[in-house]
């Protein structure tokens, strides 16, 4: 029998690595990127956060402080309240007050200033939020000040203009709203999924307990702070950091009307068990594993760009990353000839570096189940490309990596591995494309890439995904309804679909 030590030989003998070609002009490193950090001075950061409920930060009944770390330096960030049942019992009981006394009488166009207030404090915050979502997730600071913190903002502001016009959404209705909402949220996108969930709830008129990941809490807390500089009502948005037990509590609370959680789909089955019956509104974003379909008619250079952004933004920790490509026959050495060549150029580092590419994966739990996984499709006979770039000598980290010669029954084929590693399988015929597309347990999202724009009608009405990209991939936008089908979950965040989730319609 092979030892541990003889089966990880095998199977680093297993993996093609993806080298940088040598220029055809030798330029030594004249080319090199210089260092490029962001600055980290402007940022204040506590030794200790406190729990935020009524609007103060109060220390926890449940006495109990966790650290959260930045994954790319392993450095202690901060200690970290953890909230348990008591607390969210007191988070729930000032979000009713809240609720009854103030937010629910305010006249909605007041509402909406505040939700404005916060926008505005945002966006005047942009730069501190950016800096720390990177430290406190590993995110490239690229993607967290130009997409992250720009779209958390745009989704107060796109909400702010709502409240006052909710009539208009659901004509021949009158809205109100439903009370206190338990939102939890993952480590994927802290900030922008604390926007999601926060600016629609309180813009109808209801308030919130939200619980942010147990990795991630920071910019939660920065939030926390907008909310008092806001001179928002105490208690209308409470923020309980803790584990999933402080999430489980928050679901099993009796005067919680509804519950919204992004998470994976296992988490997702818990909670829909215990709000069944309970009269809970609830919602589910949950996990996917979207196929992004290339046709031999599409541009294939923008496609490449397509599926490297598909895959390795935010280091594929993204519920709807294009994470199963699907390229026709005919085009396949091409495109991958192109993929491994765009891959060695990418640069995996410090998450500060405005250079960077690809960041750190977010915990070392994550880390070992992305190895797990990706050992699993070695082992079931795929094909492993990998990046040889450098792999820093603290924090977690995973080099860019595709796999070939995948089957549609691999682990790896149909499990969410939440990390940047693509698995790329082909086809023949449209009608291939997009059996294999749909033959799956989720639903989220998916990518078509074609010159056609009858195929793009054809192809995208067949898919069985809640967002499907054209010629594009991770386009997001406050007006457009995000959410999915089967294991992906119900319900939809986002437009005038994501209103619904936070109204009683009379
Ligand atoms: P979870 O679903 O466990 O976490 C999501 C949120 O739910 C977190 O705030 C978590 O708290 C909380 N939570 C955990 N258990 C419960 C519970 N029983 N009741 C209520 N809330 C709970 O995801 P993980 O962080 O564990 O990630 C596991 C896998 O899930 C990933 O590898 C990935 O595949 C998938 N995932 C999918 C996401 C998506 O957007 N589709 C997002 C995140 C993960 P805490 O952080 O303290 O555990």
Redesign the pocket.
Same mark, same amino acid.
């Given at each position: 029998m092979a030892t541990v030590k003889e089966e990880q030989e095998a199977r680093e003998h297993a993996v093609r690595r993806i080298e940088r070609e040598k220029p055809a002009l030798e330029f030594g490193s004249a080319w090199d990127y210089a260092p490029a950090p962001e600055s980290r001075d402007h940022l204040r950061l506590e030794e200790r956060y406190g729990l935020f409920i009524g609007g103060k930060f109060v220390a926890p009944k449940s006495k109990k402080y966790f650290e959260t770390v930045n994954p790319a330096t392993e450095e202690t960030l901060a200690q970290v309240a953890e909230a348990g049942p008591a607390d969210v019992d007191a988070a729930v009981t000032a979000a009713e007050e809240a609720y009854r006394k103030r937010w629910s009488r305010l006249k909605p166009a007041d509402r909406g200033k505040y939700v404005y207030r916060i926008a505005r404090l945002l966006q005047e915050k942009s730069r501190e939020l950016a800096v720390l979502e990177s430290m406190d997730g590993g995110k490239p600071i690229k993607e967290s000040r130009d997409v992250d913190v720009p779209l958390a903002i745009a989704h107060f502001f796109y909400h702010a203009g709502w409240a006052d016009k909710l009539e208009y959404a659901f004509p021949r209705h009158t809205v109100s709203p439903i009370g206190v909402c338990g939102q /939890? /949220?993952?480590?994927?996108f802290p900030l922008l999924m604390a926007a999601w969930k926060i600016a629609p709830a309180i813009s109808c008129g209801n308030t919130v307990v939200l &619980?942010? *990941? @147990?990795?991630t809490p920071l910019t939660a807390m920065l939030l926390a702070e907008v909310c008092q500089e806001a001179d928002l009502p105490p208690g209308v948005v409470n923020i309980l950091p803790? %584990?999933? @037990?402080?999430? *489980?509590a928050? #679901?099993n609370h009796a005067r919680v009307k509804k519950i919204a !959680?992004?998470?994976?789909?296992? #988490?997702?089955k818990? /909670?829909q068990r %215990?709000t069944a019956g309970t009269g809970k509104r609830l919602t589910l +974003?949950?996990?996917?594993k979207a196929a992004n379909i290339v046709f031999e008619d599409a541009p294939i250079d923008q496609a490449v760009e397509g599926i490297i952004n598909g895959i390795y933004f935010n280091q594929g920790? #993204?519920?709807c990353a294009g994470s199963r490509l699907l390229v026709q026959e005919s085009i396949a050495d091409t495109v991958l000839q192109k993929l491994s060549d765009r891959i060695a150029t990418l640069r995996m580092g410090d998450p500060l570096d405005k250079n960077t590419d690809v960041g750190a994966i977010n915990s070392k739990?994550?880390l070992d &189940?992305i190895r797990e996984l990706v050992a699993c499709g070695v082992e079931e006979g795929a094909e492993l490309h990998q990046s040889s770039c450098a792999i820093p000598p603290k924090g977690f980290w995973f080099p860019p990596s595709f796999f070939t010669n995948v089957a549609q029954s691999h682990r790896i084929a149909r +499990? @969410? /591995? !939440?990390g940047p590693v693509l698995t790329v399988m082909t086809f023949r015929t449209p009608d291939e494309a997009i059996e294999k597309a749909n033959n799956i347990p989720y639903g989220?999202s998916a990518g078509v890439w074609t010159d056609k724009g009858s195929k793009i009608f054809q192809i995208t009405q067949k898919m069985r995904a809640g967002v499907v990209w054209a010629n594009t991939f991770n386009k997001f936008d406050p007006t457009s309804p995000f959410g999915g089908y089967k294991e992906?979950g119900f319900g939809r965040e986002g437009g005038v679909h994501g209103l619904r989730a936070y109204v009683e319609l009379g």
């Open positions: /939890i /949220i993952p480590w994927n &619980k942010p *990941a @147990e990795t803790g %584990a999933g @037990e402080t999430g *489980a928050l #679901v !959680f992004t998470g994976s789909t296992d #988490v997702g818990i /909670i %215990a +974003e949950l996990g996917g920790h #993204v519920c739990m994550q &189940k +499990e @969410e /591995i !939440f989220l992906s």
